[in-house]
């Protein structure tokens, strides 16, 4: 019998919103925290027995007030008048930085996002997004951006209906995910606006291309530096391994083409999705922004490569272009990194370690700054 858990917390600091951070166990498999909210209060849902534990994060009576209750396995937020909307997402372990639960809260007196999507939703007019926990905000700086002003999205590729690659080693899914809010929080760190395609094992819509589609326009919806789509390579072959990176454009002669057909949904649809964004690809070679636009996708990747194959000593695959639809965008530097093969039976055993892919994070996180800091 699992003895129940007890938590720690407390107030983390940044900017524009509230932070709570519930630290959770060493070793607590990544989940998706229940959350409900009503009058006063916001409860979260864990997966696990609790000890029971009440204190005060902001004490009195005001509108600012914050307590806490744990009871059986759900820790209750007191909540006074002045909090608004409420988020609650799985943070993994950084480091010696244990897991967690990190529960947002914003202000009630800014009404206008309850009333108008935050940039990072992209609405369907068909059918709703399943998303099991929304995104539908940005993470916050963890403090004041300094030198760098900037907003990044990170797309853990897959997710929901769509895991990926899986082989004796790895789910894709899980480890696009680990590594993109690794890498988040880093950046945060920096005072870099992260926002992520998804933050749970979840899809953003049920058809692929229309999930894909979404994921594509979180790139083009406000001021967006970079967009960093993260994905797990396999292979027939299980010799073949190693790091690639790619930006939008045309096929290099002699390139291969199963790995973007893959990406982009697999089978007849990837087919599709694959031949309309080559034809995208050739419309906007042309164009001298576009084009412009493209040298820093090319530049970024460049950067992306070299520092997780730095990090990593994994073989240097290379920077290519081809026709990925996530990253077809010609008006934001993007694009696509394959952090290895999962179906390796060296590497794939590599990126199931918590430790590798803080390395790759590391890596991922310095290539942005060092990118967004020369721009």
Known sequence: MVSPVSLTVELRPVAGH???????????????????????QAVISLPFDLLPVEGNLVPGGGSNALSYGAVGRQLTLGLGAGYGRVEAQFWPAVGDWPPGVVVDLWPAEKPAAAVRPAPVVVPVPTAT??????????????????????????????????????????????????????????????????????????????????????????????????FVSIHVNAATDPAAHGIETYYF????????????????????????????????????????????????????????????VAATGARDRGVKTDAFYVIRTPTTPAILTELGFGSSPAEGARLADAAYRQRQAEALSRALLRFLNAG
């Open 129 to 226: 997004p399943v998303v099991a926990a929304p995104a539908s905000a940005p993470p916050a700086p963890v403090r004041p951006a300094g030198p760098v002003r900037a907003t990044v999205v990170l797309d853990p590729g897959h997710g929901g209906n769509d895991p990926g690659m899986t082989s004796p080693w790895v789910r894709e899914a899980d480890i696009n995910l680990d590594v993109a809010l690794r890498t988040a929080r880093l950046l945060q760190s920096h005072g870099v606006a992260v926002r992520l395609t998804r933050q749970a094992d979840a899809h953003l819509h049920p058809d692929k291309a229309a999930d894909l589609n979404l994921r594509a326009r979180m790139a083009t919806t406000g001021q967006v530096s970079a």
């Open 18 to 40: 509230t932070r709570v951070f519930v630290t959770l166990p060493a070793g607590t498999p990544a989940f998706v925290p229940g959350l409900s909210r009503a009058t006063g």
């Open 249 to 308: 454009g045309q096929p290099l002669p002699g390139q291969g083409r199963s790995l973007a057909v893959r990406e982009n949904g697999g089978g007849s649809l990837g087919e599709s999705l694959t031949r309309q964004a080559a034809g995208a690809a050739q419309g906007v070679l042309g164009d001298l922004l576009s084009q412009a636009k493209l040298s820093f996708s090319r530049r970024l990747a460049g950067l992306v490569q070299a520092e997780l």
